[in-house]
């Protein structure tokens, strides 16, 4: 039971795999792109309980695989993640006909995916995501990078994969908390695009957080050919791609505002940034409350956080929030940029919102 997706860009274009197991048949998949040594880049934890599974594999497919294991964690996706990465990676004597493996979550592919875009003048990747949130989002579309101290994911290239192997069975080992921050995203494109999956999500998305092995390969396959529709569109976000931020302004101001700390996940903000987005839509009238409160009803239900007072520690107040707003990268001129929603499944992008409204909704 696997799915296919093919993200259409020309001669860029590949292929994403969705289906429990494919991190086995990596070999399989991975033969024909790879020639040379094959650096398998991944943290520690995946490392610990996915990655003797994944070389053994590639060893029988007669391939010289070559595993790097970084630092788990955000701190990792920075100047000093990526000098030992590529120090690492030059370590191995791939060469620009060669092929580079990201296995782990979105810090790791967005760290491997800069060093094969940068590292001699770029060499092609291999996607094998091991999060649910890299699985639905990160290791499809093409953006890596790094963070700086002036912010995250500032630094980086658009550097497509070749081929994305989305193993659903590795999301078994995966923390609760980290799989609901996964499904944030999963809700966002019902939520965006989708009225129909929105539904499907509503009536079957708990079972796929439990582990149903058909629906979560369908909640990972829908989001990834939902992600690859637009992004084929608009591989560079010069239009619709925006729309992919939905719940975005809110959930980076709030990450912002914690600092980027356990206290708040990247989807985690992402929920409740989309709680926030419906809240105002509503507000200024161009959605109904009913949708407002059947988004949160579902985003509640599964267990994710709707209100800026269900994570722990101080809140942080509506200007504090403003404040992070008016510095988020996607400032145009001097305006926040906004998805909004004229109803579940019927976003769109606008800077045209007054300041009132959303203080209105964050200090609610
Ligand atoms: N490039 C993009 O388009 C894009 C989109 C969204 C987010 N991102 C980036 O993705 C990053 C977040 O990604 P993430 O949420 O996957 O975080 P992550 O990579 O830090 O993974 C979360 C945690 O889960 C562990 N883990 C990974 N796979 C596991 C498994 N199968 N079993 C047990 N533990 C496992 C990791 O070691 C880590 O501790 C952020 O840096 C964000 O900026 C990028």
Redo the contacts with the bound molecule.
């Keep these: 039971m696997s799915e296919r997706i093919t993200v259409d860009l020309g001669e860029r274009s590949y292929d994403i795999l969705v289906g429990a197991g494919l991190a086995v048949q990596a070999g399989k998949w991975l033969a024909p792109l790879a020639r040379g040594p094959l650096p398998v880049v991944t943290?520690?934890?995946?490392a610990r309980?996915?990655l003797a599974a994944l070389l053994d594999a590639l060893k029988q497919a007669g391939i010289d695989a070559r595993p790097i294991v970084m630092e788990?964690?955000?701190a990792t996706?920075s100047f000093r993640g990526l000098e030992k990465l590529c120090t690492e990676l030059l370590a191995t004597g791939v060469d620009r006909g060669g092929l580079i493996v990201a296995f782990?979550?979105?810090?790791?592919?967005?760290l491997a995916?800069f060093a094969a875009g940068v590292l001699k003048r770029g060499i092609d990747f291999a996607q094998i995501?091991?999060?649910l949130?890299?699985q639905v989002?990160?290791s499809?579309?093409g953006?890596?990078?790094i963070?700086t101290v002036e912010g995250?994911?500032l630094v980086g290239v658009f550097h497509q994969p070749r081929i994305v192997l989305a193993d659903t069975g590795?999301?078994s080992?995966?923390?609760r908390r980290?799989l609901l921050?996964?499904y944030a995203?999963v809700v966002k494109y019902g939520a965006l695009g989708d009225a129909a999956f929105f539904e499907w999500l509503e009536a079957n998305g708990s079972n796929a957080l439990a582990g149903d092995a058909a629906a979560i390969v369908y909640a990972v396959a829908h989001s990834c050919r939902m992600k690859a529709g637009v992004v084929a569109r608009d591989e560079r976000e010069a239009g619709v791609r925006a729309l992919l931020n939905l719940g975005h302004t809110f959930g980076h101001a709030l990450e912002a505002a914690t600092g980027y700390s356990d206290r708040l996940?990247?989807?985690e903000g992402v929920a409740l940034g989309t709680a926030l987005a419906f809240r105002l839509s509503a507000k200024l009238g161009l959605c109904s409350g009913q949708d407002a409160e059947r988004l949160i009803r579902h985003l509640k239900a599964v267990g994710l956080p709707t209100e800026i007072a269900d994570f722990p520690g101080v809140r942080p107040s509506a200007d504090v929030l403003l404040e992070h707003m008016a510095h988020d990268k996607k400032v145009k001129d001097g305006k926040p940029t906004f998805v909004l929603v004229r109803g579940i499944g019927q976003a769109f992008v606008t800077s045209d919102v007054p300041i009132k409204a959303v203080r209105e909704v964050l200090a609610g």
């Design positions: 943290d520690a934890n995946v309980l996915h788990p964690g955000e996706k782990g979550g979105g810090v790791i592919g967005d995916g995501p091991t999060t949130l890299a989002d990160s499809v579309g953006k890596t990078g963070n995250k994911n590795v999301l080992t995966l923390p980290q921050a996964g995203e996940l990247h989807g």
